[in-house]
């Protein structure tokens, strides 16, 4: 058939300016994350000058508009980015994912100009921020937080905990969830915007983790929290809207990460059994392994494709919220089953830490955890398919 030029490019076609971006952060993770990963992992400790570096680079603020100091690029960027670096450690790749697709992308879109002016500079230069909604007694029932809200003179003060806060231990900004009413259900959800020095707010415990080590998890006390009137991000009582809507962005950067992760472990399989050797030649030559990646590296190129639709879509401006549960869900059961095939095909070597692919594979499980387990995906998307 002939190719006409109005055809759509293929999904996985990167632009000159994708492919420049994407190739930066690639080189970028794997000259200068790869070494940091096992210490950071064995310590559960983000390296304070590979963040620093991630500023640098511009990675921290990859949709923030120039005007306010970020890059100014689109979502898919940021999906590139966040796969790119989750193919060699999905801890930095969840840093910079929440950084960029839930606290820049909430305050995008929901902040006052006031609230833009303080905040977007600090975040592209300098500040970690961290998304705070879920709480020991409300997850995936996230709206049935506690967290109170009490309007006072010139603000609120707010009272309660949240727990599981991704970079909590690193971030200088918070965007915290809690209810002014809570007889009035999810309409009394409200969005905040709380600096880490404001009184009455600390971070409590980190948690020790199965994988993920180095992506700092914690809880966050608010003891009567005074916080400005100002700093309320959207109207009071829409916070559920906030949470819903970057929550639904979030999840296609989990799908980037899984991705990420899935490449990284699918590469490392792919090498270690062209040199393994038994019965006298590499394991890749025998067709068992063969089918078994190929079988794994087609699972990937679906996960891929959804990833990048949603993201697309996305950026297009059209109806992502299916896409985007449909490509967490399956891009993290394919992380979980590339990173599992690629400890079995390193046998032994496959279980022990000198080598990457036990890492991953403990890395994989959390994709179908945080921003929706994979249950509330499927209920989402067989609310839409079912028009329910
Ligand atoms: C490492 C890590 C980082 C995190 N980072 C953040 C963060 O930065 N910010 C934040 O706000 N939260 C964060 N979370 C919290 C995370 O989003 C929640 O753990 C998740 O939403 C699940 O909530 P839960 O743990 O309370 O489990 P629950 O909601 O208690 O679920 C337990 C099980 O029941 C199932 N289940 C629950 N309800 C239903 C239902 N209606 N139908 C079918 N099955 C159901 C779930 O699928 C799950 O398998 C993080 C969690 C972890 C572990």
Redesign the pocket.
Known sequence: MEKTNDSPPPLTRLSEDETLFRNSVLEFARREVQPLVRQMDDQAEMSRTLLDRLFELGIMGIEIPEIHGGAGARFFHSVLAVEALSSVDPSVGVLVD?QNTLVASALMRWGTDDLKKRYLPQLAARSVG?????EAGS????FALTTRAFETDGGFRLTGR?L????ANEADLFIVFATVDPDAGYKGITAFVVERGFNGFSVGRK?D?LG?RASS?CELLLEDCLVPRANVLGDVGRGYKVAIETLNEGRIGIGAQMIGLARGALDHAIAYTKERKQFGKAIADFQGVQFQLAHAATELEAARLLVYNAARLRDSGEPFLTSAAMCKLFAADAAEHISSLAVQLFGGYGYVKDYPVEKLYRDAK?GQ????????QL?TIAKQILGA
């Open positions: 929440v961290a998304y705070a909604l879920s997850g995936s029932d996230a949240k599981w806060i991704t970079n948690e983790k993920i998890t959390i955890i945080y921003e929706g387990t994979s249950n509330l209920q």
